[in-house]
Nanobody
Framework: VQLQASGGGLAQTGGSLRLSCTVS????????MAWFRQAPGKEREFVAA????????YYSNSVEGRFTISTDNAKNTVYLQMSSLKPEDTAVYYC???????????????????WGQGTQVTVSS
């Protein structure tokens, strides 16, 4: 399983960015997909997740109402639409997935077996 993240960059406070993560070696609609982020000097933290089949989504309190996770099964790609960005959203963002057949969503990084390479998001004040 390989994950390729893209779409990061520089945005102003209040702006928007969309991150993409293309998955190979796994059918997306049979996988839990998640986004995490890690700011300098901080631990990696949960941002959002989407259930197998995409029927349920989950967000951290800090991004609820501003970020949206979604999937495009035809493209085997998961997205993170980020709006109303704040300087505290600055971090490297990672996409991740759990093992095959797993349906339980966890918010801890160690529960995820496969990771993308990370994409930098910088929000200027």
């Amino acid at each position: 399983v390989q994950l390729q993240a893209s779409g990061g960059g520089l945005a102003q406070t209040g702006g928007s960015l969309r991150l993409s993560c293309t998955v190979s070696g796994r059918t997306l609609n049979k996988s839990i997909m998640a986004w995490f982020r890690q700011a300098p000097g901080k631990e990696r933290e949960f941002v959002a997740a989407i259930s197998v089949g995409g029927s349920s989504t989950y967000y951290s309190n800090s991004v609820e109402g501003r970020f949206t996770i979604s999937t495009d099964n035809a493209k085997n790609t998961v997205y993170l639409q980020m709006s109303s960005l704040k300087p505290e959203d600055t971090a490297v963002y990672y996409c991740a997935t759990r093992g095959s057949g797993v349906t339980v969503i966890h918010r801890t990084p160690r529960s995820y077996q496969f990771w993308g390479q990370g994409t930098q998001v910088t929000v200027s004040s």
